[in-house]
């Protein structure tokens, strides 16, 4: 069993920078992929970003592309998102998840990070 724990978040001007991370505790760490997923006040939850833990490949969605940057520590076991040029409505609880294998459900979800941007 995993367990993930994310941490970063805070209150930022627009145009400011975040760094989230999450960590991860528990066995052999050895997942598929990682990702990150936003939910705002009375929103859906949405993808947000992933990273490939073989290789390290990113993949983002088009509302962050330019701004946002997924990496990974594996000796840390650890994720991160640098956040750019934030704007209001990146205002979310960021969350982030894994995955075990290619086409399986994200799962072990952490509690989340509250990111607030103001204008």
């Known amino acids: 069993q995993v367990q993930l724990v994310e941490s970063g978040g805070g209150l930022v001007q627009a145009g400011g920078s975040l760094r989230l991370s999450c960590a991860a505790s528990?066995?052999?760490?050895?997942?598929?992929?990682m990702g990150w997923f936003r939910q705002a006040p009375g929103k859906a939850r949405e993808f947000v970003a992933d990273i490939r833990w073989s290789g390290g490949t990113t993949y983002y969605a088009d509302s962050v592309k330019g701004r946002f940057t997924m990496s990974r520590d594996g000796a840390k076991n650890t994720v991160y998102l640098q956040m750019n040029s934030l704007k209001p409505e990146d205002t979310a609880i960021y969350y982030c998840?894994?995955?075990?294998?290619?086409?399986?459900?994200?799962?072990?979800w952490g509690q989340g990070t509250q990111v607030t941007v103001s204008s």
């Open positions: 998840a894994l995955r075990l294998r290619l086409g399986a459900a994200f799962g072990s």
């Open positions: 528990g066995r052999t760490f050895s997942p598929y992929s």
